[in-house]
């Protein structure tokens, strides 16, 4: 039989790993180095994290000390219906609407929405989760720009410039590394339309938060939805009501009128957690029987 806590993992209860060489993991709080080593000097050989991601793993360095670390596959549908609903929350200023009728203020919004069949809406990545957000938005009517090394969606593929330039919407999808950090940086964000959106439910750091919230305080974006924040860590999945936010960027953004928050929540369905639990549990039974995926 498994065992199962709900802590994550820490040096704190490496002891509930003892005899076992594959465990499974989320993806809400970083694994560091030193955890890491406690972990493969206690037996453990194979980490399947439960997530696409790997960036709270230093998966170079668990390598160095014999430990496989490997991610799962789940319902791509979760995060792209997600990704829908912020696109049309943003561009129909849902947060300011909410806000006035929370307030019973039920006056029409001096800003008019617009419709998406009226848009461009530019992809940025278009593996899984990125290419079933094409199929969602071909059935809005609206232009669909792509960009990725790999074309495999129903979409037109363009350069990342020309697609900042022309789109209306932006939305993050592609997987964080070296060199997808702060992809959209200051210069890239400039290149943007006025009064675009950005949408992510990628990763915080695809995003040079600064720079965004220059632009949206300077006007020069329509708005923002974010799904995930640079330095979310410690702040997402936590109760802060009665604690002060250190975080200055993240009340900045919240602020906003035109900025809708969320706590990495767009993967959190039924669907999606079943298939994450089910596939992690094949991840290690393959690992252990030997025949763990190429």
Do not use: W
């Amino acid at each position: 039989m498994p065992t199962i806590t709900a802590a994550a993992v820490s040096k704190a209860n490496i002891g509930l790993s003892s005899g076992n060489r594959c465990i499974s993991v989320d993806h809400k709080t970083r694994i560091t180095d030193s955890t890491l080593l406690a972990l493969s000097r206690a037996g453990v050989e194979y980490i399947s994290t439960r997530s696409i991601g790997y960036n709270h793993i230093d998966v170079q360095y668990a390598a160095s000390i014999g430990i496989s670390v490997e991610n799962v596959a789940y319902s791509p549908d979760s995060v792209a219906d997600y990704t829908l609903m912020l696109m049309l929350m943003a561009v129909r200023h849902a947060k300011s609407i909410i806000r006035r009728a929370d307030v019973h203020d039920y006056r029409l919004n001096d800003v008019r929405g617009k419709e998406l069949r009226d848009l461009t809406v530019g992809v940025i990545g278009t593996g899984r989760i990125g290419t079933v957000v094409v199929d969602r938005l071909r059935g809005f009517g609206c232009r669909i720009l792509a960009y990725d090394s790999l074309p495999r969606a129903a979409a037109d593929y363009v350069p990342l410039e020309p697609l900042l330039r022309q789109s209306d919407i932006v939305t993050l999808h592609t997987p964080l590394n070296a060199g997808t950090h702060h992809l959209l940086n200051r210069r890239r964000i400039a290149q943007m339309k006025d009064g675009a959106f950005v949408i992510n439910t990628g990763r915080g750091p695809l995003l040079d938060t600064e720079a965004l919230l220059a632009a949206l305080e300077g006007g020069r974006l329509g708005g923002a939805a974010l799904d995930v924040l640079e330095g979310e860590d410690g702040v997402f999945y936590t109760d802060c009501r009665n604690k002060p936010i250190e975080s200055k960027t993240l009340l900045r953004l919240q602020e906003l009128p035109n900025v809708i928050i969320s706590p990495h929540t767009a993967y959190y369905t039924d669907h999606a957690l079943s298939d994450t639990v089910e596939n992690s549990i094949v991840n290690c039974l393959k690992y252990e029987s030997g025949n763990q995926r190429d």
